[in-house]
């Protein structure tokens, strides 16, 4: 299974996004732009969980101007990530007023609900991609139901009011968002951007609504479609509504670009929605990023807790080991551990790993086998069965994956 190919494909500083390349990873910063300081360390905290592209605020002057000097800084430290400009409400005006922001951006992104009424908001937005145009910049058009343009939304409602059977608010604020996003994408086409400068958004915080917006985006147009929702939540009620949401997409090959939209806790950790996605990606087949270690649950034949904590130790052990391993030994993300605790699944889900161990149950032999590559190699025993163990997937790696 792999990301739709028909899509455009989009150059956004390097990272080729749509036409049939990896589904691409991103996240945004919750600092104040202009802190400089803050908000270098936060790229660089996404960047190094692996975000591909980071999204930044440009909503005044002072946050234009801090751009370029972000960038700097980021460069500085060696990190090359792509930054995108989240623009609302004037971001025509910021463009053309701080043409070293423009340029030190990868992309631009653009609200078509947030740029003014009437004939203003089409001046604004002609103004807008005629930058992007000049500059040769992509631009995602992002549409949100909670900013969605009033004047689309009253006139699809006024549509549906004579139909003999009225849809439901629902629906047709769907029809309202696909509208506005493919109008304004073709708007864009006729201001003279390419279909390979182009990403549509249509983002909702209802996950059914979501998924059938997106359907539907997909049918209608070939443009690059980044997913996400608008507000996916906190603790694990986010985590469960991004995953299902973005999951049933992927895997009908919608989506080339994501993000997790996850509210962290106070003082949480901001990369989680990175590391979110990238697990998401992993879980549905499309990329590898990590190693993944298969652990059995426990049951009544466990009654030690000798497995769970091996199985901790063993995650810990290659969370802290990856960054190396990634320099060091090609491939290594793609390497499987299983780490069982009885006799019943234990062996067999060792052998499918490229390494596991199967630890004995409640009253069974004090002996746990050892299989590599699916066979048999050794029996561990003893109080230093997780030191063994560790060591032998350390050597496993180093012979397996070695440059």
């Given at each position: ?304 807790t000798l497995f769970r904590e091996l199985a901790q130790d063993i995650q810990t052990h290659i969370d802290e080991k990856l960054p190396e ?35 004995p149950g409640a009253g069974e032999d004090p002996r746990a086998p050892v299989y590599i590559d699916g066979q048999r190699t050794t029996f ?24």
């Amino acid at each position: 299974m792999a990301a739709r190919d028909n899509t455009y494909p989009v150059n956004v500083g390097g990272v080729m996004i749509g036409g049939g390349n990896n589904v691409v990873v991103q996240s945004m910063t919750d600092t104040d732009t202009a802190n400089v300081k803050a908000t270098v360390a936060q790229i660089k905290l996404l960047a190094d969980a692996g975000s591909e592209i980071v999204r930044v605020t440009v909503n005044n002057s002072a946050a234009a101007a801090a751009v370029p000097e972000v960038s700097k800084h980021l460069a500085d430290l060696g990190c090359t990530v792509p930054l995108v400009g989240d623009f609302h409400f004037i971001g025509h005006r910021l463009l053309k007023d701080s043409p070293d922001m423009a340029n030190t951006l990868a992309k631009f992104r653009i609200n078509p609900g947030n740029v003014g009424r009437g004939a203003r908001h089409d001046e604004n937005f002609t103004q807008f991609v005629e930058i992007a145009r000049d500059m040769g910049k992509p631009v995602r058009i992002g549409v949100n139901a909670g900013s969605l343009d009033p004047d689309v939304m009253a006139q699809k409602m006024d549509e549906n009011s004579r139909l003999a059977e009225p849809l439901s608010s629902e629906l047709v604020e769907n029809k309202a968002l696909v509208e506005s996003a493919l109008s304004s994408a073709e708007a864009a086409l006729d201001i003279g951007l390419t279909p390979n400068q182009v990403i549509i958004s249509c983002k909702v915080s209802r996950l059914p609504q979501m998924i059938a917006v997106y359907r539907e985006l997909s049918a209608k147009s070939d443009f690059s479609l980044h997913l996400g929702l608008t507000e996916a939540g906190m603790g694990q009620k986010g985590v469960v509504t991004t995953t299902a949401a973005l999951s049933t997409l992927l895997e009908q090959g919608i989506g080339d670009t994501i993000r997790a939209s996850l509210t962290p806790e106070v003082g949480g950790d901001r990369a989680k929605e990175v590391r979110l996605c990238q697990d998401i990606l992993q879980a549905v087949g499309l990329r590898r990023f990590r190693p993944s270690v298969t652990a059995c649950p426990g049951c009544g034949r466990t009654t030690s807790t000798l497995f769970r904590e091996l199985a901790q130790d063993i995650q810990t052990h290659i969370d802290e080991k990856l960054p190396e391993w990634r320099n060091r030994y090609a491939g290594a993300e793609s390497l499987q551990v299983a780490v069982m605790g009885c006799v019943v699944n234990g062996p067999g889900e060792s052998r499918a790993a490229d390494i596991g161990i199967s630890l004995p149950g409640a009253g069974e032999d004090p002996r746990a086998p050892v299989y590599i590559d699916g066979q048999r190699t050794t029996f561990l025993s003893g109080p230093n069965i997780a030191t063994e163990f560790i060591d032998m997937v350390e050597n496993y790696v180093e012979t397996t994956y070695n440059r």
